[in-house]
Structure formats: C-alpha cells, structure tokens
C-alpha cells in the first residue's frame, strides 16, 4: 500500500494548495496550542478548509480534552478528521463520534517508552487512527508535537504490530529519513511539519522531495 503523506501547520490556503498539489493526502491545520510551531487563528482554519473542499483529509489539531470543547472547535472550522494530540477524557470519542457524524478521531500518542505501547492499544479501541510522536505532555509547558524530534521507531514499530487501525509516524522526519522511518515502522502514513519547512514557511523543493522518497 503506499504511505500516505501528511503535511502539517499549514499557514495559508496557498500553502495547503502546494502541499494538494505535490502529492500531500491530508494537511494540518495547528489551532491554540502550549507550545510548538504552526498555531494559526480558528477562522483561517476555516478558510483553509473551506478553500481545501474534499480534495484531501483536513486535520483539526486540538489540545482540548473535553469532548464538548472539541465538538464546538470542529463545527467552527469544518475540518473533517480531528487530531487530539493529549489525552482525552474517558468517552470522548465515544461522544465525539455520536455528535460529528463522519468526522475522524485521530489520537496522538507521544512515544516516550514502553508504557506507550499499552496506551497505544488502549486507545486503538475507540479512535479511528493513532498518530505516534515524540512530544512531552508531562512537563510544565506541554510538548504536544512539533518538537523536531525522532523516538524511538523500535516502539513505534511494535504499536503498528499491535493495533488493527491505520498509524501514522511523525517526529523529527524530513526528505533524509523518510525512507529510512518507513522501512524501519511500516506507518499507515507520516506526518511532517519542521523538515520541509525554511524560515517557518513550506519549502516547496523539501516537501517535494520528502513526498517522492516515501514512494521509493
């Protein structure tokens, strides 16, 4: 099966029309986060969206926890899968589900050792997909994604061993690693922000480049 690419914090509709146009099956749209790059205001969020259509999976990345509270940032925005990058409390995607009929649960699990593998197939239960990533949700200032960094794909590997829904790999991959990330996890899918990306903005050479080496 081919991996599907994600590109995320995009910034603009142009951007989201580069990423469609090179080859991207879904983009990130980054709303109020604690840290990390690529927060962008709800109502561009719409815009993206609604300039975007069904062309490609449009992901809501949300730090809410609260089922309502995520239920009302989809129905401002519009976007059709939603990418829950902390826990959640119990039920929400349960309640998610019954309220956005259609929308997709993405659960964020930040890969910082083996206890991630449990928590994985915990989640695995009720979402719709995972998304494993090397952030922090454990420190004073939350890392909920963003952060430029690997983890480690021994574990990342066995989540994919363990669950029956799609994986996505992000953390630290850029048009070098790529290849190597999937030969060595076997994702669903990856999901790339910072590695092809200069001064902050989406380099259209390295998001090229990183979409063609998952091809190889």
């Not at 991207?24 to 840290?35: C, D, E, F, Q, Y």
């Not at 992901?59 to 059709?80: P, S, V």
């Not at 019954?98 to 979402?127: F, M, N, W, Y």
């Not at 200032?141 to 996505?168: C, N």
Request: proline fraction near 3%; include cysteine.
């Amino acid at each position: 099966m081919k991996t599907q690419v994600k590109i995320c914090c995009m910034g603009s509709i142009e951007e989201a029309n580069t990423a469609i146009e090179l080859g991207a099956s879904a983009i990130g749209l980054v709303s109020r986060m604690p840290s990390g790059p690529g927060p962008i205001e709800e109502d561009l969020i719409a815009e993206i969206v609604a300039a975007v259509g069904k062309r490609v999976e449009t992901f809501l990345l949300t730090c809410e926890k609260r089922a309502d509270a995520i239920i009302a940032q989809q129905r401002r925005t519009g976007a059709n899968t939603l990418q829950l990058v902390d826990s959640v409390e119990a039920g929400a995607h349960e309640a998610i589900r019954d309220s956005l009929d259609g929308a997709r649960i993405v659960q964020v699990i930040h890969v910082v050792g083996d206890d991630s593998l449990e928590e994985a197939i915990d989640a695995a239960k009720t979402a719709d997909a995972l998304l494993l990533d090397s952030g922090n949700p454990k420190l004073a200032v939350k890392e909920l994604g963003g952060t430029g960094r690997r983890h480690d794909w021994k574990i990342s590997r066995r989540i994919v061993e363990s669950v029956a829904i799609p994986v996505y790999l992000a953390g630290g991959l850029n048009p070098e690693n790529v290849r190597e990330a999937i030969d060595a996890v076997r994702p669903y899918g990856v999901d790339v922000c910072s590695g092809v990306r200069t001064n902050g903005r989406l380099d259209r050479e390295k998001a090229r480049d990183f979409i063609m080496r998952t091809a190889d």
